[in-house]
DNA sequence: TTGAAAGCGCTAACAA
DNA sequence: TTGTTAGCGCTTTCAA
């Protein structure tokens, strides 16, 4: 009746300020110890909740009096220099510059990491290598159970030297020629999937804006393209494919080209394409859907989700990058593909799709 | 020479590897002070670069390779548990659901904080009040020098009580009727500046699109946009004001009602609705800026650097909160306001406003 | 059921 | 110039 756990005051009319710990000395273990009048070492197992250790009741009873009077915070780094090991994974980042979704990433690693009662610290090294190693460096020295290498957008890297001396996951990029554990999305199935919200509804005349900047996702997307086609018993045409800057000015730019084509359908390489496409259309006074069927790629909900009509798109699971990089290392699971395990990209349809093809 | 506690041969034919710590003991300073055959004070004085100890020129090069040859790395939770206080700044966070550029706290926080030599602890709450009481836990158990409590939208909030047992911030939130530090975007200014890349192209008669959501931003802006007109010598108003829901479908819905008003320019809650509001102009073959000047607000790189013309905006200065949060934790700067440090929102101009007045 | 004591890896007096 | 020693706060045998 008088104590249990909680935080509030446990007799008596002023009892110690449970917060308010910060001036003065932080209480120990061993303060702790005193004022129940035990050892140190029972107020450890206490604290702790060893099952096997048989407390007597009213022992146990004083210990928590005491821990709530004296607002008892057990030291985490004491812990950790006997256990040798910490709580912590390190995540580091090359930076958030361009995309803002990539910080999904940390927010993935982070709940995930949470989870399992481990705590993220992360740096960030805007591409600098000396930062990189100083970051990695620091991690190592505070004994993480391991490392997260995180890039922001999807690319091979390379693994800095340091990384072998830990547990280390990649996350977003992949390490060509190693067998260094890897997490991207599946752009192939990513550029299929978006392909066949089109196929799916008849299309047979689509159209592919490309990047034209070299990277995974250009060959993956433009593959899944191929494999959704493939699957739709329509003929690959090399015409419709052809590449413009993955923005919205490269979408825009796009428009006439792309009208030559005598399309029903276009898959751009991403939404921001898609949006100043979107703009183009508009002053030809061109409908989409009704003229012409859209879908995007990255799902990147500030554009899909609110342009006029909303787009279909095909999102970039950063979260579950983050996540699944967690569980990976941790050895919670070993997925099919490991050590370079793909994450789907979900589709996600709206109304740029009619659900009938434009005559 | 012979023995050592190296967990790998010691001369032979092969030396160590300097990376590849990964397996077995990790090498103490007992370890390297053996090797160099001194005592492990020697050697920590070296490692630390302690100015004043005067140490041999050629013990210092045998500490230095036996360093070297065994790949030491300081173990940081000894050294802190030594100090009693680790380089660690919590940061909670509640939530990065929405808003994609509020990743940028986390960022601007973990730059200064590494200036520093500081390391960021993040935590994610979700707004969930049983993880944020875990995660403070967590962060005053591993006796973070501080904690950075932020929001994702700047509000009001309620200080966690466990708060109390550190130096806290506050950061894109504030807790009134305290005295809490607290570091938020400074509304009216960024209204007002808004405002006035209008004002200052002679623009008379504009309107403000407000959002019906209740916050700091709502009421902070319209008073900067009443204080840009009163400095311009233009008459409030109350007509030329009005609300839409904050998002791209308010700003396509207000299109209407705008263009009732008979105004030469619209300064818009937020980059989303001035994307909707495009949207219902060009449908309507109102040109921006010819026919109407545009502002947004948030100066959300995606939309607005994009948009047809590329619109102004002002925007949030979500790294600068986090890395000036961080400032005032450590007791780096006391900026004016204090508690209550309000950071600029910076004007971006683009092509939605002319040089010169619509008719 | 509880206590005593050793030690995790490091730093900081104080000696030598 | 360098070594010895005593802890930092906690966990963990091993005794009692």
Redesign the pocket.
Known sequence: MTSGKSSRDTEADSVQPLTARKPG??V???DVAELA??????V??I??KKKD????V???RRVREAINQLGYR??AM??N????TSRFIGLVADGVATTPFAGQIIHGAQDEAWKHGFVLLVANTEGDDAVEEDAISMMLEHKVRGILYSTWFHRAAEIPAALNETDFVLVNCFAPGTDAPAVVPNEVQGGRSATEILTRKGHRRIAFINATTPAPARDGRLQGYQQALASAGIPFDPHLVFDAYPDQEGGYAAADKLLDLNVTAVFCYNDRMAMGLYDALVRRGISVPDDLAVVGFDNQEVIAAHLRPPLSSVGLPHYELGAAGVRLLLGIEKPEGYPMVKIECPAVERDSVASTVPA
Chains 1, 2 share one sequence.
Request: aromatic share 0%; net charge positive.
């Open positions: 000395h932080p120990t273990l061993r009048g035990v050892s140190s070492a029972t450890s197992l604290v702790n250790a048989r407390i007597g009213e022992t146990r057990p030291n004491a812990k220099l006997v256990s040798g």
